[in-house]
């Protein structure tokens, strides 16, 4: 499916690692199907009570691979995997805890809206620079972050693309704890392994009622994916695009 994703499961935890340092996690086709796979695994897996998602020290991910990016435009939109791979996060049935040690930008930041649980390195940087690149929020995140951050830090963050802090994460709620870096992967474990031992039916019930519903999330993903791809193809992207190519 992709050598970048790596996937193992350990008392009811399924943990999916990406690892393609040599490109600080930036995601591309085959690691969103990866992705995909694996939270359709969780979901259809009786023995699986909750996902952890961990990237690699200094980088959970740089966001979408450019070049991922600029071929999607060209093909019309042709095989989208991204598109699958947001679905089945807004859909995902098990908890889902992250742990965050350096990078996390765009999609990066964004899938962490989607997880109960998020525990951060100090050193962290937050950042979506959607709109430096021509494009807008993605992920049900124009959505998400206002309801999580308040009106004023998800527009920073979204359409500013302003970086936030490990500090300024967890104020905005983007973040659960600051762990050291040390410490991190194992105290991430160690509760999504709480969560996986927890009775299943009741922690469905009870994630259902602290998240809400899923229609308007999903909903809000169909409208940001219509323009997200819209602008893929505008002049202010392809510009974008090929500065951030060149540079």
Do not use: W
């Not at 690892?19 to 939270?39: E, F, V």
């Not at 109960?116 to 709109?131: H, Q």
């Amino acid at each position: 499916m992709s050598d970048f994703i790596a996937t193992s499961v350990d008392d009811g935890v399924l943990t999916v690692r990406m690892n393609r340092p040599q490109k600080k996690n930036a995601i591309d086709r085959p690691m969103y199907r990866a992705l995909t796979a694996a939270l359709e695994r969780a979901d259809g897996d009786d023995t699986i009570g909750a996902t952890l998602i961990l990237g690699v020290p200094g980088a959970f991910s740089a966001g979408n691979d450019i070049a991922d990016f600029i071929a999607f435009a060209a093909s019309g939109g042709e095989g989208d995997e991204v598109e699958s791979f947001l679905y089945a996060l807004a859909r995902s049935q098990k908890p889902l805890v992250a742990a965050v040690d350096g990078l996390a930008i765009g999609i990066g930041t964004t899938l962490l809206m989607h997880c109960d649980l998020v525990f951060a390195a100090p050193g962290s940087i937050f950042r979506t620079p959607f709109l430096d690149l021509g494009l807008v929020p993605e992920a049900g995140s124009s959505l998400l972050a206002p309801q999580l951050m308040g009106q004023q830090r998800a527009f920073a963050l979204l359409a500013m693309g302003e970086s936030f802090d490990v500090e300024a994460a967890r104020e905005a709620n983007l973040v659960y704890r600051i762990v050291d870096s040390a410490d991190l992967e194992e105290t991430a474990t160690k509760a999504a392994k709480t969560l996986a031992a927890k009775p299943r039916e009741a922690m469905a019930i009870a994630r259902d009622f602290v998240r809400g519903p899923r229609a308007p999330v999903i909903e809000r993903i169909e409208e940001e994916l219509r323009q997200f791809k819209a602008r893929l193809s505008s002049k202010e992207a392809r510009a974008a695009f090929q500065a951030f190519m060149t540079r």
